[in-house]
């Protein structure tokens, strides 16, 4: 079984640029996670999909953050503009139903100059 | 409420011996208490779970110790080998909601 893809595994940008990420779950998982981990920190929960539909973004700060889902596979999380806090590595994550068994991709590490 | 704190942040341990992670709660409502190891470049993997109506599970070497009424489980690793050198998290739940993980233990098993 094919894992968590992520792309691209490293990003280095300047603040107040824009950047995006990809993520394609494990076929057939309904549940798809977005996470921040800061160095030396557990992921902390941006955005979690069941299918196409939001079900928490209670953390995702929408001035600039963003993501979608589409056709409830692959996802997309944007950051517009970068702050230097967001440095970060940006993980996610699939589930097949809840929340209990979750997969993680391999993370795109962010660094905001 | 929401906190999982765990210690200690990093640990030095000799090849065979007994690597032991806290994590403590406050939230009651928490249900499913996971932990997961993760490698650096690579995302979190989970190791072992536990669900608060059994006190202890084991899984080969690692194994789960869940006290309720002190509102605290920990990760002991028997017979620790160099690969099992990572940073491991502790995380909980309450009814499939999201996951609230702690801070990490970076753990060394020295050859």
């Known amino acids: 079984e094919a894992g968590v893809a992520q792309s691209p595994r490293y990003k280095i940008i300047e603040k107040r640029q824009s950047v995006a990420f990809w993520c394609n779950p494990i076929?057939?998982?309904?549940?798809l996670y977005w996470y921040q981990q800061i160095l030396g920190q557990g992921p902390k929960l941006l955005i979690q999909f069941q299918n196409n539909g939001v079900v928490d973004d209670s953390q995702l700060p929408k001035d600039r953050f963003s993501a979608e889902r589409l056709k409830g596979v692959d996802s997309t999380l944007k950051i517009q503009p970068a702050k230097l806090e967001d440095s970060a590595v940006y993980l996610c994550a699939s589930s097949q139903w809840t929340v209990d068994e979750q997969y993680f991709g391999p993370g795109t590490r962010l660094t905001v100059t | 409420q929401q906190q999982v704190k765990q210690s200690p942040q990093s640990l030095i341990v000799q090849k065979g011996g007994i690597s032991i992670i806290n994590c403590a709660y406050e939230n009651t409502a928490f249900d499913y208490f996971p932990w997961y190891q993760q490698f650096p470049g690579k995302g979190p993997a989970l190791l072992i779970a536990i669900r608060p109506d059994v006190s202890e599970k084991k899984e080969g070497r690692f194994t789960i110790s869940f006290n309720k009424s002190a509102k605290q489980f920990s990760l002991h690793i028997m017979d620790s080998q160099p690969g099992d050198s990572a940073t491991y998290f502790c995380?909980?739940?309450?009814?499939?909601?999201?996951?609230?993980f702690g801070t990490g233990t970076l753990l060394a098993v020295q050859p």
């Open positions: 076929s057939g998982h309904a549940t």
């Open positions: 995380a909980a739940s309450k009814r499939a909601n999201k996951l609230i």
